[in-house]
Nanobody, 128 residues
Framework: QLQLVESGGGLVQPGGSLRLSCVAS????????IAWFRQAPGKEREGVAC????????HYADRVKGRFTISRDNAKNTVYLQMNSLKPEDTAVYYC?????????????????????WGQGTQVTVSS
């Protein structure tokens, strides 16, 4: 079973950067789809960046395009989310999720039900 553990959250000032990590176990990342979701208090969960690990195809939510970058290191079985130019509205719990089914990156970002493995989440707070 695919298991995922996130790390790297914290407190950062507006305009700052953070890099989140998602380490996978139970499966190698080849053929896996990984998605980063976030959920702020009182708001719905939203997919922000998703990747097909074997071919590197990615999809981003419009509100993070140009600021966030999803990448993978297959040797380390790890997917990263580099977040730059952070804004207070990026404050949320960030979750890494995955599936071994061959969905497109956009499908995994748009439909959380496509993902059957979820990490415990890591808090990101953007505040001065």
């Amino acid at each position: 079973q695919l298991q995922l553990v996130e790390s790297g959250g914290g407190l950062v000032q507006p305009g700052g950067s953070l890099r989140l990590s998602c380490v996978a176990s139970g499966f190698t990342l080849d053929g896996v789809r990984i998605a980063w979701f976030r959920q702020a208090p009182g708001k719905e969960r939203e997919g922000v960046a998703c990747i097909s690990v074997d071919d590197g195809r990615t999809h981003y939510a419009d509100r993070v395009k140009g600021r966030f970058t999803i990448s993978r290191d297959n040797a380390k079985n790890t997917v990263y989310l580099q977040m730059n130019s952070l804004k207070p509205e990026d404050t949320a719990v960030y979750y890494c999720a995955g599936t071994t089914k061959p969905y497109s990156p956009q499908a995994t970002c748009d439909i959380p039900q496509t993902l059957n493995s979820w990490g415990q989440g890591t808090q990101v707070t953007v505040s001065s």
